[in-house]
Nanobody, 123 residues
Framework: QVQLVESGGGLVQAGGSLRLSCAAS????????MGWFRQAPGKEREFVAA????????YYADSVKGRYTISRDNAENTVDLQMNSLKPEDTAVYYC????????????????WGQGTQVTVSS
């Protein structure tokens, strides 16, 4: 069973940057495509980005395209999310998860959720 632990969240001003990291254990990391979601207070969990098993393919939500970059290091068992040009509406708890259905943005097609890391963007 895979365990996922997110880190790197914090408070940043609008226009700033943060880099989130998700550390995986308990399963061969390169067996899984990985993704990031976020959930703001009072809102449903929202897809952010996903990356294929060896990093050759990625896809993003329209709301973050051009600002966020997902990457992975299979030697370190980590998947990162570089977030630039942050906006107050990016404020949320960010989660990483395993992709069970490539190409989808439905949270039901992801599993093994981490505990999340809080990102707060001030205006």
């Amino acid at each position: 069973q895979v365990q996922l632990v997110e880190s790197g969240g914090g408070l940043v001003q609008a226009g700033g940057s943060l880099r989130l990291s998700c550390a995986a254990s308990g399963r061969t990391f390169s067996n899984d495509a990985m993704g990031w979601f976020r959930q703001a207070p009072g809102k449903e969990r929202e897809f952010v980005a996903a990356i294929s098993r060896y990093g050759g393919s990625q896809y993003y939500a329209d709301s973050v395209k051009g600002r966020y970059t997902i990457s992975r290091d299979n030697a370190e068992n980590t998947v990162d999310l570089q977030m630039n040009s942050l906006k107050p509406e990016d404020t949320a708890v960010y989660y990483c998860a395993r992709v069970m259905g490539w190409g989808t943005s439905d949270s039901h097609d992801f599993s093994s959720w981490g505990q999340g890391t809080q990102v707060t963007v001030s205006s």
